[in-house]
């Protein structure tokens, strides 16, 4: 049977499974947490029993230590997931323009499935939630979200012609990560409360093994494998896929000119300080809207997820419309960086409910950087090494992803007693990074740009006249 191009299938189940289950995670350790420290079962009620009849200084006291130790186990899962997720992520989606792109989609979801078995081992059998640390190693030695994100952009930039085609299709994945992530955070509220956290674990796993199954046996192969006999240019057999898996983001800025190489540095940076910046802000939000003064519950908490998911379908349509309407690619990543700035502000000074929708809605265009910056990269670079240039990507954003959540756990443990918004309005200042280095992308196209209307007199005249003499000239035919 004919396999399918079509990746996108792939990405909106692992976005659905990981979405039903990721949200869980920290419930799940808020609520064991919760009863190892106050000795008494978690509350699940509503918000009346937990905030308005428990308002005692004692009750203020357990509940800031029951969100500074969740606080802390995301930081150790963090610190040690973070190394083996991303030598994995560079190694295999590297390798990935040799070996193929489907050893990056399905090395991810195996680890995907076995860390959702093992959380499910945990709820059922009550076992130590440290464990859950345990499975998170072993799920990142099989590459993680990065790898897979990683490996499924590549594979989508194979497939696209032109940069128009690329921006909308690599903006058409990040929907699908957002409609059904959003979906799958909707459903976590009435599912953990009419279910526990059980059936949900269980219609993950099986949605994991669905996806899994269509990218081992129904999705297609991009990339061509060389032979297994190959030989290098230079006759020393069987190395370049080594090579190729240790030195392809060297060679990526190394064959470039300096021109290119400095505007691809910028973007980096750009993609990672944001990533950092936002990633990092938005990692502390359920433990914010669990504390006072929102005391959300399971239900509130999964329709601010499922609003915040919405983000991805909205930077969809923000992206075709905007370049329908001609506007330049730096000024759409500009609006969806100020888009996060106002968010993060408005969550700062959050003190009731409301405010928290405000700043989701404020939020709706910020996931609009990401594709564009994606496809401005993925032009600048070669067809055969995509890969080398998401294995970068992906390492950046998996490394930032994990410093700026050990970093803002560590922030909003030391600051909740006094401020818990203050992670919020540093996620706001720290957006000024990323917003000082596009300025910096966009005064070197202006001097590209003033260069070629410089130049363009000189060749022509004369040297046109020559250059049209010699394409007549049957020498140089």
């Known amino acids: ?88 992520t560079i190694m295999l989606v590297a390798y990935s323009d040799r070996g193929g792109r489907k050893i990056t989609i399905i090395l991810p979801l195996i680890g995907t499935t076995l860390f959702t078995l093992s959380f499910l081992m945990v709820s059922y059998f009550r076992l130590n939630i440290y464990l859950l640390i345990v499975f998170s190693v072993i799920n990142s030695l099989f590459g993680g979200i990065g790898t897979f994100m990683g490996g499924c952009f590549a594979y989508v930039a194979d497939l696209c012609e032109d940069d128009r085609q690329k921006t909308l299709r690599l903006a058409g994945v990040d929907m699908m990560i957002g409609l059904l992530s959003g979906v799958g955070s909707v459903l976590t509220g009435p599912f953990l409360k009419h279910a526990g956290f059980n059936w949900p674990l269980v219609t993950s796993v099986l949605c994991q093994c669905v996806v899994l199954l269509y990218a081992t046996f129904i999705l297609e192969e991009t990339v061509k494998k060389v032979p297994a006999d190959a030989v290098n240019l230079d006759g020393s057999p069987k190395s370049s896929a080594l090579k190729q898996m240790i030195f392809g983001i060297y060679q990526m800025f190394r064959r470039a000119d300096k021109r290119s190489r400095t505007r691809l540095l910028l973007l980096l940076l750009i993609i990672s300080s944001f990533f950092f910046a936002f990633f990092g802000g938005t990692s502390t939000l359920t433990l914010f809207e669990l504390s006072e003064p929102l005391c959300w519950d399971e239900v509130l908490i999964g329709y601010g997820a499922g609003l915040s998911a919405t983000v991805f379908l909205t930077s969809f349509l923000g992206i075709s419309a905007f370049t329908y309407c001609g506007v330049p690619q730096l000024i759409i990543i500009m609006i969806g960086i100020l888009s996060v700035t106002s968010a993060m502000i408005v969550l700062a000074f959050t003190k009731t409910t409301l405010m928290v929708f405000i700043a989701r809605v404020l939020v709706l265009l910020a996931v609009m950087p990401f594709p564009m910056l994606r496809s401005m990269m993925s032009s600048i670079i070669s067809k055969s090494e995509q890969g080398a240039l998401f294995a970068c990507v992906s390492f950046l954003e998996n490394l930032t992803s994990n410093i ?36 910096v992308v966009g005064l070197i196209g202006v001097d590209v740009a003033q260069q070629e209307e410089i130049t363009e007199p000189v060749i022509s005249g004369e040297e046109e006249a020559v250059r049209n003499e010699k394409d007549s000239s049957p020498l140089f035919s």
């Open 1 to 88: 049977m004919r396999g399918l191009f079509l990746v996108e299938p792939v990405v909106a189940l692992y976005a659905f499974s990981a979405f039903l289950t990721f949200p869980l995670l920290q419930q799940y350790i808020y609520r064991r947490i919760w009863e190892q420290v106050t000795n008494t079962s978690y509350p699940i009620s509503g918000n009346t029993s937990r905030c308005d009849t428990n308002s005692s200084s004692n009750h203020s006291h357990f509940s800031e230590e029951v969100q500074r130790q969740a606080s802390l186990f995301s930081l150790y899962s963090e610190v040690f997931t973070a190394v083996p997720s991303m030598i994995v």
């Open 404 to 439: 700026s959540n050990a970093i803002f756990n560590s922030v909003y443990s030391a600051t909740v007693a006094w401020y818990p918004g203050f992670v919020f309005a540093l996620s706001a200042g720290l957006c000024a990074v990323p917003l000082f280095a596009l300025g």
